[in-house]
């Protein structure tokens, strides 16, 4: 350690190595600390990392389409290399299926107003691509047990399914938040593993620092809170969570895998799914598996976590029947195994399943908390965002009173970014679930 830092960041999953590479370009010497033994190991390594752009707002679907031109371009975007290799991003194409009577336009809209290319498939076509899907209906979501739960709805699925051809998913999450940490040190940051933040040190309605565990103090006029599920805990080690309009806390989620059905062709069907009459997604997974996952319907029961360090990691019957036997109505011929096999990790969700990206009330404090199991995929551009607020924050600007606009790299669009404030009313278009 160089001991003589600009910026200290809370972690280092996908948000704390991204924050620290736009920091880097920026000229800041930053310092990554982590409890774990190395970067992507906390919630990041147990995402299922889709990388769609449905998503309730403008602003989030214009972040996620950003973030795609970086995935796609990988090497490109770190401006180096990773004496691990590179992850991979693997274009797979998208479908979004909603009940009969939901309004499409929503997601639609904001697609054209970016450019964002997607197919309009009637249900016929959905057949004739994927013939191994049933069109039936059977709206609204329900638990496993419910004695109504294979009983089909009257209606089909809505007649307009929705193909994003140009999204797919991250082969290896672990790996590509690697990638991101040697960007980082690429531009001169630097990384402290196994080493947990027990204090944030302030004098003067400022931070200077942090306090470790092991009773050593690190200097900084600037320190980022990026630590995932843990976030309220550093939030209220700083005493502003009691100032937040919004706030977080951890949700448990459970991630299931299944084999995927003999006609499933991985190199014909390399599809990932959003079925929102079934309140299911599911992708394809490396080794002819599916990855199925709850998009958070009503009947799922919510687990909230009072400690993100100790909760229960194995899967349970109830939810794992409850997730692969609703992929099983979608997918009629889906082997379902005696084994329940899965991953099981935590969210960071805030009060509106949206984002905090932002300041703080105490000053050269910052926020990039609240992914509400979403945020995987906007690294880059929160990496971007997160950089300019604290650029200019550090610079004067009053970004409460006129939130930072960042102009994207890739896309045409100005972000306000005051939509990511930790002091905004409760967004009421938000889905209030995985989806943003
Ligand atoms: C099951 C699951 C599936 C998901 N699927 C998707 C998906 O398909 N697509 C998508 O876009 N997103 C998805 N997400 C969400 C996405 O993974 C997260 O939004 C993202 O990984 C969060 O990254 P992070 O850097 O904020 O947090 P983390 O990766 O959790 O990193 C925070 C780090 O902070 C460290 N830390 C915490 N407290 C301290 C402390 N006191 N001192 C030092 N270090 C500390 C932790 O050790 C950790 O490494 C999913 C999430 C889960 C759980």
Known sequence: MSGNYDILIIGSGILGVSIAFELGKLGYRTLNIDKLPAAGFGSTSNTCAIIRTTYSTLDGTAIAYESLFSWKNWRTYLETDDELGLAQFKETGGLLIKPNGFDMTRYLKLHDRLSIPYEIWDRKKLLQRMPHFSDDSFYPP?????????SKSTEKIND???????????????????????????????????????????????????????GMTIKAPIVVNASGPHSFLINRMAGIEGRMKIKTRPLRHEVHF??????????????????????????????????VGSEDPECDPKEWIEDPDHFNRAVTDAQFKT??????LRIPSLPIPNRQKGIVDLYDVSDDWIPIYDASDLKGFYLAVGTSGNQYKNGPAVGHLMAEIIHACENGHNHDEDPVKVKLRHIDYTLDTGIFSRNRDVIQNSTFSVLG
């Open 258 to 291: 299944v084999p995927s059905p003999p006609e499933y062709s991985y190199e014909k069907d390399p599809i990932q799914v959003s079925d929102g009459d079934l309140g299911g997604y599911h992708r394809l997974e490396t080794g002819k598996l599916i990855l």
């Open 160 to 214: 307009t399914v929705v193909f994003f051809p140009n999204v797919g998913y991250i082969n290896d999450a672990v790996l590509s938040v690697h990638n991101v940490q040697r960007a980082a040190e690429n531009k001169g940051g630097e990384f402290l593993f196994s080493k947990k933040v027990v204090k944030i040190r302030q004098s003067n309605g400022r931070v200077i620092g942090v306090q470790l565990s092991d």
């Open 142 to 150: 329900k638990r496993y047990d419910d004695p109504c739960f294979t």
């Open 323 to 328: 997730q692969v036997y609703r992929l099983a």
